[in-house]
């Protein structure tokens, strides 16, 4: 599946960049296109793989390239400014060959919150391939504003795109870690699920069962919030005979089909990128990725009926992504239409609380301001 990657904002763009440096590193063409877009000059400056001529700097008449904070109601004010900039930099790079749009953004800080909804709108109503959004939840110890942003920035972005993945950074930050630690393996995290869904399509193997581009649009079609569960594992070298007698019907055989069953187990139960009840699924994918004598159309179908059993819907497909180098096999299940999220109830309570907060100290600021400045008729303004 060929992607339009755009990375919007600082979240954003260096998620990008992490997809682009992972589509060189393994040799994957699943990144067609990749745009940074960002108010802040230095954050655009800080990536390492995207290229120059393929960063764009907005809304600089207004922030002379300092950014726009934590304000993502001016980030979709400057989004909806410079909207056709924007439009002209994606039509300049071509979107010939382009099987979807994929826009990233952190949904708690400004400019992605605020500007990646404007974006959608304007790709939806231009383009008729789907576009698809990558929204970055923040850590509670991030703060309740970056909560608010989140929850408001979350309300317009699902109803904007053809489908929301979502990665919550709360779920996966580890303690100890810094910032710049914690947000370099989540990025990692993210880039390792997505590169398998978007990759296997544009494998150079033919796999047992293909997974191509309408697989994926059509799992992902109907809308609504995505998770993706991933497990991995590293594949022992095998002697000689074993690699002579390890085909399909012996016991090596076997061991496949065990094995891919026990991975799609693993993702299912291990941490999703935004933790949910599954079960509410309309839609699910699974994929396989591996060494092709490491996969197992048994298995996955195997599989199939397993999540078919779980979810509310009845739509599960599946298929490999062979990769001849590989040294893992990995899978991951893709569940969309989700509904059952406690983290977005949580953000928008937490939204909701932030928001009274604002009011009562904007009130009450207003009031100490007039108190202050009340001169009781002794001094007279100027106009």
């Not at 309309?282 to 996955?300: H, Q, T, V, Y």
Request: aromatic residues 6%; neutral net charge.
């Amino acid at each position: 599946m060929r992607v339009f990657v755009i990375g919007y904002g600082q979240a954003g763009g260096r998620v990008a960049d992490t997809f682009v440096d992972y589509a060189k590193k393994t040799g994957q063409k699943f990144v067609a296109r990749a745009l940074a877009i960002n108010t802040a000059r230095a954050d655009l400056m800080g990536l390492k793989n995207i290229p120059m001529e393929d960063r764009l700097l907005i809304g600089e008449s207004l922030t002379k390239g300092h950014g726009i904070g934590a304000d993502n109601e001016l980030g979709a004010q400057v989004a909806t400014d410079e909207v056709y900039t924007i439009q002209s930099a994606i039509d300049k790079r071509g979107t010939h060959q382009v099987d979807a749009f994929l826009i990233i953004a952190g949904l708690g800080g400004g400019t992605g919150s605020g500007g990646a909804p404007v974006l959608a709108r304007r790709l939806k109503k231009l383009y008729e391939e789907p576009v698809y959004g990558l929204g970055i939840l923040p850590a509670k110890d991030e703060g309740s504003l970056y909560s608010l942003n989140a929850a408001r920035s979350l309300m317009t972005f699902v109803n904007e795109v053809d489908n929301l993945f979502l990665f919550d950074n709360d779920a996966w930050k580890k303690g100890g870690e810094s910032i710049k630690e914690a947000f370099a393996d989540i990025n990692e995290e993210i880039v390792r699920r997505f590169g398998i869904l978007f990759g296997a399509g544009e494998a150079n193997e033919v796999g047992q069962m293909v997974v191509d581009a309408a697989e994926v649009i059509n799992t992902l079609k109907g809308g609504g919030i995505s998770t993706i569960g991933y497990a991995s594992e590293e594949i022992e070298s095998k002697g000689f005979i074993k690699k002579f007698f390890g085909k399909k019907g012996t016991i090596e055989g076997l061991d496949t089909v065990t094995r891919i069953t026990s991975l799609v187990r693993r993702a299912v139960a291990g941490r999703l990128t935004i933790p949910c009840d599954v079960s509410t699924a309309e839609k699910a994918l699974i994929i396989a990725a591996g060494p092709p004598n490491e996969l197992s159309r048994k298995g996955i179908e195997k599989s199939k009926v397993r999540i078919e059993e779980m979810i509310r819907g009845k739509e599960v497909r599946g298929g490999d992504f062979p990769l001849v180098r590989g040294q893992h096999v990995s899978t991951i299940v893709l569940f969309a239409g989700v509904s059952g999220v406690p983290r977005i109830k949580e953000l928008q309570e937490i939204g909701t609380e932030a928001q009274e907060k604002i009011k009562e100290v904007s009130s009450e600021k207003e009031k100490e301001y007039k108190e202050l400045m009340d001169s009781n008729g002794a001094i007279k303004p100027l106009f």
